[in-house]
């Protein structure tokens, strides 16, 4: 596919040749380009063990201006020299490539890995993300074959309607580091072939995750007293990471903490109120971080 100003390469090689025998280690891989309907002349020759991340690296003249069609070819040779012939062609855009995101950050919350850049004013299709998890180990084949890479999350954004400035990963945890990598992507057609033009990829490498976000703060506290203390209630947060909640109290004093520990449902008894006195009360949220959202609105009620 197209990237920028580079056509990037995936190929999986045969095991044997068309005489039914092993693909030798001294093998090669050639590579030929073609403008429209001009020959295709020889752009990449590289022995077949060294395929990895294969690239042709396009001039000035095909890697900007109007769009033009370029097609390519592969064949191995053996040793020998001898070579089943080219492949049939793959079709893909030269001209100018959508811009690459900037300023690419994340933010760990509540729902996920938020994740933004700079908006473009240009026309593209799609803003396409891909997750790796670089410090999970690599599984080796043999060298004849492409290294396994981690496994990749892929996420999709249209951007039909506008650039959306960023995007949700709502699978990426804290204490996990993430690889991400973006680029704009626009469709187009050529020579009766849809193809895809990529920009430049923008990468960002989060380090190890710690969600400093807080939760929403709790809402809908309600106070009723009774004979043994006063009973509060309020709606519990939506957020998957809450670890449970604080209160709060005060009188004509100070303000104080009623529990140490969070308390887990949405309801809390303090039978710790002193008959014929008024109380404000306060809730907030705390997630499994020790992230703590603001103060509900309060609510007061006397002990009787």
Not at 29 to 37: K, L, N, P, S
Not at 186 to 205: F, H, I, P, W, Y
Request: some cysteine; glycine content about 8%; aromatic content about 4%.
């Amino acid at each position: 596919m197209r990237q920028g100003g580079r056509t990037l390469f995936h190929l999986t090689l045969p095991k044997a040749t068309t005489d039914g025998e092993p693909l030798d280690r001294d093998s090669h891989v050639e590579i030929c380009r073609a403008e429209g309907t001009e020959e295709c002349r020889p752009v990449i020759r590289i022995p077949a063990s060294q395929i990895n991340d294969l690239q042709d690296t396009l001039p000035q003249g095909l890697a900007t201006g109007s769009l033009v069609d370029l097609h390519y070819r592969v064949r191995i040779t053996n040793a020998q020299g001898r070579a089943a012939g080219w492949s049939n062609p793959v079709t893909v855009a030269g001209g100018n490539a959508p811009e690459p995101p900037q300023n690419l950050k994340a933010e760990l919350g509540g729902e996920g890995l938020v994740l933004r850049w700079t908006p473009s004013a240009a026309s593209f299709d799609q803003v396409r993300i891909v997750r790796t998890e670089p410090d999970k180990p690599k599984q080796k084949k043999s060298p004849m074959d492409r290294q396994d890479s981690p496994a990749e999350t892929v996420l999709a954004v249209s951007a039909t309607q506008g650039d959306p400035g960023g995007a949700v990963d709502p699978t990426a945890q804290a204490g996990q580091r993430y690889l991400y990598r973006v680029e704009r992507r626009r469709n187009v057609k050529l020579a009766g072939v849809d193809t895809v033009l990529g920009s430049q990829m923008t990468e960002l490498d989060t380090g190890v995750l710690r969600d400093t976000i807080p939760p929403a703060v709790p809402q809908s506290l309600e106070a009723l007293a009774s004979e043994t203390g006063i009973s509060l209630s309020w709606q519990p947060g939506t957020e998957p990471d809450i670890a449970g909640y604080v209160v709060y109290r005060a009188d004509d004093n100070s303000e104080v903490r009623l529990n140490p520990v969070p308390v887990a449902s949405p309801q809390f008894a303090d039978t710790t109120a002193v008959k014929g006195r008024r109380y404000r009360y306060r809730i907030t949220a705390v997630d499994r971080m020790g992230n703590e959202s603001g103060k509900s609105e309060p609510v007061t009620e006397e002990m009787r």
